[in-house]
């Protein structure tokens, strides 16, 4: 089974509305999580690491403001997109790094369109 | 900065057939190595990952892949595909000496399993 879950999977807004997913670690703690995004046919674009308990490092060129990240627990980060725009419109996937057992695993992706 | 190319955007196969995915990267030192296979609407699933060592890393669902330094390159085998390995494959490096788990992707490589 996944032992990193995305909610939600699949989601549909309208322009200019903000939209959270998250991602757990199940069953194992992971103080550093990352986000990527995935464009049609395209590879994973690393766009922040996430830290618990402290601010996100973003990639170059990722806008902080836009793409907002919490890590408020050792098993859950968020990803907050503000005022979604059709451009915004991609795959949105996760990965958690085991404190303990030093392991990456991946979340199944979440999909996200704005209207 | 690294860089991760995988020349060959789509392969087909016959079911039986050999296979090789190309992956060259760039990147001043020896950065750890990965690759990762997707199925459609899916996260990633790690399939080998080199950290140092023996230079031909065994991996699951019989594929290998074998590190070359002289030519940058981190090419992934498998001696008999089987209809159930068609996928998109993603090869991807991390930085020595960075935070383990933040990876750079290539663009991925399609592979079709012809029957």
Not at chain 2, 35 to 64: A, C, H, N, R
Not at chain 2, 76 to 105: I, M, Q
């Amino acid at each position: 089974g996944a032992v990193v879950s995305q909610h939600p999977s699949r989601v549909i807004c309208k322009s200019g509305t903000s939209v959270k997913i998250e991602c757990r670690s199940l069953d194992f703690q992971a103080t550093t999580m990352f986000w990527y995004r995935q464009f049609p046919k395209q590879s994973l674009m690393l766009m922040a690491t996430s830290n618990e308990g402290s601010k996100a490092t973003y990639e170059q060129g990722v806008e902080k403001d836009k793409f907002l990240i919490n890590h408020a627990s050792l098993t859950l980060s968020t990803l907050t997109v503000t005022s979604a725009h059709p451009e915004d419109s991609s795959f949105y996937i996760c990965s958690a790094l085991g404190t303990v057992t030093g392991e990456l695993f991946f979340g199944e992706g979440s999909r996200l369109t704005v209207l | 900065a690294q860089s991760v190319t995988q020349p060959d955007i789509h392969i087909t196969v016959s079911e039986g057939a050999s296979l090789e995915l190309r992956c060259n990267y760039s990147y001043g030192a020896t950065p750890y190595l990965f690759w990762y296979v997707q199925s459609p609407g899916q996260g990633l699933q790690l399939l080998l990952k080199y950290f140092s060592g023996d230079t031909l890393v065994q991996g699951i669902k019989g594929f290998e892949a074998e590190f070359k330094r002289s030519q940058s390159s981190f090419n992934l085998r498998k001696p008999s595909v089987h209809w159930s390995d068609a996928a998109e494959y993603f090869c991807a490096v991390g930085a020595r000496g960075s935070t383990l788990g933040r990876l750079y992707f290539g663009r991925g490589t399609q592979l079709t399993v012809w029957p």
